[in-house]
């Protein structure tokens, strides 16, 4: 029987083959922490040393999940670019879903379909799929951001496009920030737009985000996160992107979280304070500057420190969320 098998190209299960179904997930992935001082001597040698590609490739140094052959987790990259005054990223687009947030510097400018804002520390930039995009430096200091696209979720489904510019910037709009006056309130909209194909407002500045978290401080914690909040798509309410949700998050002194594990991955980067996670039998003390990414299906809690914290969060829970394969639980 296996020869005729083997001839149509079939198979029946056999007793050592792996097993299909598993009583919970079988991860790779690792969870990791990065720590601020190992990472700046490598971005200051990047900004030195690497020189920007006209081509499309950004200078960017990836957060290589040692357990993965590539990516931070098993669904997206995240990688931190550094880009000197006077350059120029120039323009391109591809399939993939990306995010921009910005950690240091200002005077940076970038262009997405068209619309064109300033970022400035602690923005948030979505670059949609399929949206062209350029960044330019005008500042007069490096500017340093996170990158998160969802490349591995994007290469799993063989869905990979990409095409450059003919020129190294797009042209800007006659009005280059639309989607903000539409949308940026975070409130209001043009009537009747109940759905959009993709997320119509590109920025979701530093202002607007910590002063949405410092208002919701004053409701009772929450037993995981404390001060949790999550960037929206004004339109529908959903995630600001389909495949990749971010939040921005509030760790005050004293706080002791439960501990909980879902499907999904997730990434962390402190922007201010410090405190630690407990993540399985691993434990990481982090403070400013520092990335945290946590595998699915494992338990983590956080702890306050001795200074408030505050983490901006990527996660992939949107598409898990989609598909039907979100599942969570709690300790007691």
Not at 122 to 151: C, K, N, Q, R, S
Not at 235 to 241: C, I, M, N, S, T
Not at 293 to 321: C, K, S, Y
Request: charge should be negative.
């Amino acid at each position: 029987m296996q020869a005729d098998l083997e001839r149509y190209n079939c198979r029946v299960h056999q007793p050592d083959d792996p097993p299909v179904f598993t009583r919970d997930p079988k991860v790779d992935m690792q969870s990791v922490h990065w720590r601020w001082s190992d990472l700046a001597p490598l971005l200051d040698r990047l900004g030195r040393e690497v020189a920007l590609a006209a081509d499309g490739p950004r200078r960017t140094l990836r957060l290589h999940n040692p357990g993965l052959p590539r990516g931070t987790t098993h669904t997206f990259w995240a990688s931190i670019q550094v880009i000197n005054p006077g350059e120029v990223a120039t323009a391109h687009r591809h399939s993939a879903n990306a995010l921009r947030f910005i950690m240091h510097g200002a005077g940076a400018w970038t262009n997405v379909g068209g619309e064109r804002y300033p970022m400035s520390e602690g923005d948030l930039v979505l670059t949609p799929a399929w949206a062209f995009h350029d960044h330019v430096h005008l500042g007069a200091e490096p500017m340093i951001w996170l990158d998160v696209l969802d490349l591995s979720l994007m290469h799993m489904l063989r869905a990979t496009f990409f095409e450059p510019f003919p020129q190294a910037e797009q042209p800007v709009k006659s009005v280059p920030d639309d989607g903000f006056r539409r949308f940026g309130s975070g409130l209001m909209g043009p009537p009747g737009l109940r759905s959009a194909s993709a997320n119509p407002l590109l920025p979701y500045t530093a202002n607007m985000a910590q002063n949405a978290v410092r208002q919701a401080a004053g409701l009772p914690p929450d037993p995981f996160d404390d001060v949790i909040l999550e960037y929206r798509n004004p339109v529908d309410g959903g995630p600001a992107l389909r495949t990749l949700a971010q939040t921005l998050q509030l760790i005050r002194p004293g706080f002791v979280g439960r501990a909980r594990r879902h499907t999904g991955s997730k990434l962390y980067y402190v922007m201010r304070g410090n405190g630690s996670t407990t993540v399985g039998d691993q434990h990481f003390e982090w403070r400013a500057g520092d990335f945290m990414a946590i595998a699915p299906w494992a338990w983590h809690r956080h702890r306050g420190g001795t200074e408030e914290a505050m983490l901006f969060q990527v996660n992939d829970l949107p598409a898990l969320q989609a598909l039907g394969y979100d599942r969570e639980e709690g300790a007691d």
